[in-house]
């Protein structure tokens, strides 16, 4: 079960309100994660328990009582008092809005995605009720850039590591797998090149692609990815396994399972 954020390791405990349901929770514990360990799910992209929190998605808002504002439950700790709501029409409002831009620019070929049936954007969707999008679906694989000519370059697919593929059509740009790289393997092979449209994320320097870059193939950044723009060769060709076994390989010390 993934709780959103990493557990907090403070002794000092905190009580506040969540939904009506009192909870208490180490400090310096995230909103999201406290709500999660009390059975309250808050949509969200970008946050992992296996992962510092990054607030990029912004799909997990949530209104607290005497604060302006809809801050993101994911980079908001808990604190001592706090009244905190996680589901009103202005939080389901705000969270079908932003999932409708996701989708926006995202292929819809779900049918035949990789990912189909292990996609949390999918999930995500149906979480927050998005069934049209009102805006004009962008060609993924001839995104304009600024000046408005067309790069058949930038959304390339890069198919040149041994064990994964990359797909930048289908990437929301949550930076999961670029933290795990940094966070749980160490070795700051990704990175995000561009601003706003344009981001997408990297392997090393412009040009280099997954097998010229640092990227020692240790599949953190695919584990973390919540779309299909990271995955596995074989579940490309051969689907997504029936059954897997979570174990920890014993040949190298990063310990990821
Ligand atoms: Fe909190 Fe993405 S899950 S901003």
Redesign the pocket.
Known sequence: RDY?TPASRSEKQVTLTIDGFEVTVPEGTSI?RAASLAGIQIP????TDSVE????????LVQIDGRNGTP????TPVAEGLTVHTQNETLKRLRKGVMELYISDHPLDCLTCAANGDCELQDMAGAVGLRDVRYDAVDTHFRPRHNGHANPQYMAKDTSNPYFDYDPSKCIV?SRCVRACEEVQGTFALTIQGRGFDSRVSAGMSGDTFLSSDCVSCGACVQACPTATLVEKSVVEIGTPERSVITTCAYCGVGCS
């Open positions: 959103g999201m969200k992209l970008c946050a929190a990054f607030g990029s998605c912004r799909l997990c993101a439950s994911c980079t949550c």
